[in-house]
């Protein structure tokens, strides 16, 4: 079964890029493999769902280019699929003293990133636009939307079809030889072979990467998991929208906020902590394996002997329900401990380096017959396109 190019997963970030490179050139034989039954299973479908705007990315960084490029596809997308999807937009809320100078640098930020109407707002202003909440200033930002990406990766994967890609789905890639024209990928059911291998494994990159060099990567893959809790159809009322903290500097993807589902309801999180295995969506579940090379990354210890208390907060909102709830009343104290039921859990694949930086940009690295598409965070649902056409583009140099 020889292809032109291999795509390994099928997230939504795996099924932009064949997408882009059949748009690119639809003579191409394009393969995707994917290891679970369906499309989606696990960042894709189950993210909290919301269309960046691109507010917070460094300027000029790749999250930042990809954000804006990926938003105005990923509308244009839905909009020629009919795929539902709402620019409700956001408020940010500072609620303590100290955070007020950060809320200002991040409107800032979101000029410098090209926002335009964002409004700052006094707790009158906060409260006319989500009257139940508490803040002593924040500001809202127009743009931001949700939709639900499972739909929305699989259109993609049904237009890849159409478009003459195929998808295989239950075979997970099990090993890979590089030889100088051509790769071979062995996986649970097939051996395939390719003249370019794209690795879009998301929790499992780093693993694919090391299988296709032969030797392992200098970034490895520590999932976080992010739990979520619902509110109460009776007590949906107490959110319009989306309404975020302001983000810690250190760790911007802490930090429980508001959701508006797309597919209904009110979702409130997630928390951030460590998963004792890469699709560890339960507390109970364990790869000893797994979690042990985690703990052992020289990189993980690193920051966890540096941020061990953030780490311990997030446990313990993990443990502690009424933990969880203290930390969403300081956005909207109406809340109380029973208007919170179990919602699920998402777990991310957060990239770290050795010296114990957790890598924050986009991360794709290139060799002479693979590319691996090794960091993928946020907002990589949003920026799929974005990053799909960067990656095409890459490949097509390789294979023309
Ligand atoms: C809790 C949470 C909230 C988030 N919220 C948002 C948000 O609101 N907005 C936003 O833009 N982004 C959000 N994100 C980020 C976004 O979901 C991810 O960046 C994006 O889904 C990454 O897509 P992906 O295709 O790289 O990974 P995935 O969706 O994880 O896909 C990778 C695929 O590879 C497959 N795979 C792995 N190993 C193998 C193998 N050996 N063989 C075959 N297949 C394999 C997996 O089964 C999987 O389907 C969130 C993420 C999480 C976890």
């Not at 539902?84 to 955070?99: D, I, M, N, R, S």
């Not at 006319?128 to 993609?156: M, R, S, W």
């Not at 499992?204 to 998991?225: C, H, N, Q, T, W």
């Amino acid at each position: 079964m020889q292809k032109d190019v291999i795509i390994v997963g099928g997230g939504i970030v795996g099924l932009a890029t064949a997408l882009k490179l059949l748009e690119g050139n639809p003579n191409l034989d394009i393969q995707v493999i994917e290891k679970e039954s369906e499309l989606a299973r696990h960042q894709t479908g189950n993210n909290s769902g919301v269309i960046h705007s691109g507010l917070y990315y460094k300027p000029g960084s790749l999250k930042a280019r990809n954000c804006i490029n990926g938003y105005n596809q990923l509308i244009d997308f839905c909009k020629t699929h009919n795929i539902p999807f709402e620019l409700c937009g956001k408020v940010v809320v500072a609620t303590e003293e100290k955070e007020l100078p950060l809320l200002n640098n991040l409107f800032e930020r979101g000029r410098q990133n090209g926002l335009e109407g964002l409004r700052m707002l006094d707790p009158a202003g906060l409260r006319e636009i989500e009257p139940h909440v508490n803040g002593l200033a924040g500001f809202f930002v127009p743009q931001t939307g949700i939709v639900d990406y499972k739909v929305v990766a699989q259109k993609y994967g049904e237009l890849i079809r159409a478009k003459g890609g195929s998808i295989a789905l239950g075979e997970r890639v099990v090993k890979i030889r590089t030889e100088q024209s051509v790769v071979t990928v062995e996986t649970t059911k097939s051996t395939w072979k390719t003249r370019l291998l794209v690795n879009c494994a998301g929790l499992y990159s780093d693993k694919v990467a090391g299988m296709a060099s032969g030797e392992a990567l200098d970034v490895k893959i520590i999932p976080f998991r992010g739990e979520y809790y619902k509110l109460r159809p009776d007590r949906e009322s107490l959110v319009r929208n989306l309404i975020y903290p302001v983000p810690d500097p250190n760790f911007p993807f802490l930090g429980v906020h508001f959701t508006r589902m797309m597919r209904g309801g009110v979702e409130a999180g997630p928390n951030a902590v460590l998963a004792f295995s890469r699709e560890g969506y339960r507390k109970s579940d364990i790869r000893l394996g797994e979690l042990t090379e985690s703990l052992a990354w020289p990189g993980f210890r690193k920051v966890a002997s540096k941020y061990w208390r953030t780490g311990l907060g997030e446990m313990y909102r993990s443990f502690s329900k009424a933990a969880f709830t203290k930390a969403l009343q300081k956005l909207i104290p109406d809340i109380r401990e029973e208007d919170l039921v179990e919602g699920g859990a998402g777990v991310r694949a957060q990239a770290c380096d050795r010296t114990g930086g957790l890598v924050d940009d986009f991360l794709i690295l290139e060799e002479a017959r693979v590319i691996n598409v090794c960091n993928a965070p946020s907002p990589a649902a949003t920026s799929s396109l974005s990053i799909g056409e960067s990656v095409a583009g890459i490949a097509l140099k390789k294979i023309n």
